[in-house]
C-alpha cells in the first residue's frame, strides 16, 4: 500500500532544536551557493513570515532569517509576525514576503483554491524550500480543571485555538469536532491564550506548534497543568479524516510528562514564492 504523503518525510527532525541545526546547515549551503551568484538586482532586505510571539514559528523563523542575513552579510532580514501558515501562503504568493512557513494541509487547501483567506484562489506561487519539523496537535488545562483526557473536555469548554487562520485554527477545531466535542471557539496569541487559561477565561487551549511549545513551558513554570493525550481511538479517527499523522510527544519534552503523549502531527515546510 502506497505510504500517504503526510507519512513519507518521518525522518526529519522532530524537536526545535534539531530543526534548527537541520536549518543552519540548509542555510549555509544555500548562502554558500548564493555567494557565488550574481547579486545585481536583489533586494536589500528580507522578511520571513512567522506567527504569533510565544510559539515556535516565530523563534524558528526569525532565528533562520538572521541566520540567512549574517552569512550574506550586506543584506538585513528578519522575522515577521503574521496570522500562520494560511496568511503566510497568501503573503509569499501575493510578493508581500520573501519566505514563510506553513504546514500541509493549510498548503493543499491554498493550492486547491480553499484557503479561508481567499476562497476560489488558487495559490500557487508558493513553493517548498526544505521539510522544517512536524507539529504535533496537542491541548494543555490546568489540573484544577479535572481534565485529564479528551472526552472529558466539558460541552461548551471555551477553547483557545490560537491566532486567527493559524494551523491550529484552522484543523483543531475540524478534529474536536470529529470526536464528538461541542465548544466554543477563542482566538489569541499563545502567549495571550496562556494568561487566559490562568485567569479562568479559558477552560483548554489546543495547541499545534513545534515542541517544546514556548507558552506551555511557561504555564508549567507558573502553575499546574494537564497536557492531554490522544486514546488510540481518537488518534485513528483523527488521521482517518485528516491530513495528519501518527505522532508522540516524548516525556522529556515536558517537566509535567511522566511518559510519551500520544498525539497527531502535520508537517511544516519553509516556503517561497516559485518565481
Given at each position: 500500500?502506497?505510504?500517504?504523503?503526510?507519512?513519507?518525510?518521518?525522518?526529519?527532525?522532530?524537536?526545535?532544536?534539531?530543526?534548527?541545526?537541520?536549518?543552519?546547515?540548509?542555510?549555509?549551503?544555500?548562502?554558500?551557493?548564493?555567494?557565488?551568484?550574481?547579486?545585481?538586482?536583489?533586494?536589500?532586505?528580507?522578511?520571513?513570515?512567522?506567527?504569533?510571539?510565544?510559539?515556535?514559528?516565530y523563534i524558528y523563523g526569525s532565528g533562520w532569517a538572521n541566520l540567512i542575513a549574517d552569512e550574506l552579510g550586506d543584506m538585513s532580514g528578519g522575522g515577521e509576525v503574521t496570522g500562520g501558515p494560511t496568511q503566510n501562503l497568501a503573503l509569499v504568493h501575493n510578493g508581500d514576503i520573501s519566505f514563510g512557513m506553513a504546514t500541509m494541509g493549510p498548503a493543499a487547501d491554498a493550492m486547491n483554491g480553499e484557503s479561508p483567506l481567499a476562497p476560489g484562489v488558487v495559490m500557487d506561487n508558493?513553493?517548498?524550500?526544505?521539510?522544517?519539523?512536524?507539529?504535533?496537535?496537542?491541548?494543555?488545562?490546568?489540573?484544577?480543571?479535572?481534565?485529564?483526557?479528551?472526552?472529558?473536555?466539558?460541552?461548551?469548554a471555551r477553547i483557545g485555538f490560537g491566532p486567527s487562520g493559524s494551523t491550529s485554527d484552522t484543523y483543531f477545531p475540524a478534529i474536536l469536532e470529529e470526536l464528538g466535542i461541542d465548544f466554543e471557539r477563542r482566538n489569541g496569541g499563545w502567549t495571550d491564550l496562556g494568561g487566559q487559561l490562568q485567569d479562568g477565561l479559558l477552560d483548554v487551549i489546543a495547541f499545534a506548534a513545534g515542541i517544546p511549545i514556548p507558552a506551555v513551558s511557561q504555564l508549567e513554570v507558573q502553575t499546574d497543568v494537564n497536557i492531554i493525550e490522544f486514546t488510540e481511538e481518537e488518534q485513528q479517527a483523527a488521521i482517518a479524516a485528516f491530513p495528519v499523522s501518527e505522532f508522540m510527544i516524548p516525556a522529556n519534552t515536558y517537566e509535567t510528562l511522566e511518559e510519551d503523549a500520544r498525539a497527531v502531527s502535520m508537517w511544516n515546510f519553509a516556503i517561497a514564492g516559485c518565481d
Open positions: 500500500m502506497t505510504a500517504p504523503k503526510h507519512a513519507l518525510l518521518r525522518t526529519a527532525p522532530r524537536t526545535l532544536g534539531m530543526a534548527l541545526a537541520s536549518s543552519a546547515l540548509i542555510g549555509g549551503l544555500l548562502v554558500s551557493a548564493s555567494a557565488q551568484a550574481d547579486r545585481e538586482g536583489w533586494p536589500e532586505s528580507f522578511t520571513m513570515g512567522t506567527a504569533s510571539q510565544g510559539g515556535t514559528y508558493a513553493c517548498a524550500m526544505f521539510p522544517m519539523y512536524e507539529t504535533p496537535f496537542s491541548i494543555t488545562a490546568l489540573s484544577s480543571s479535572g481534565i485529564e483526557s479528551i472526552s472529558e473536555i466539558p460541552d461548551g
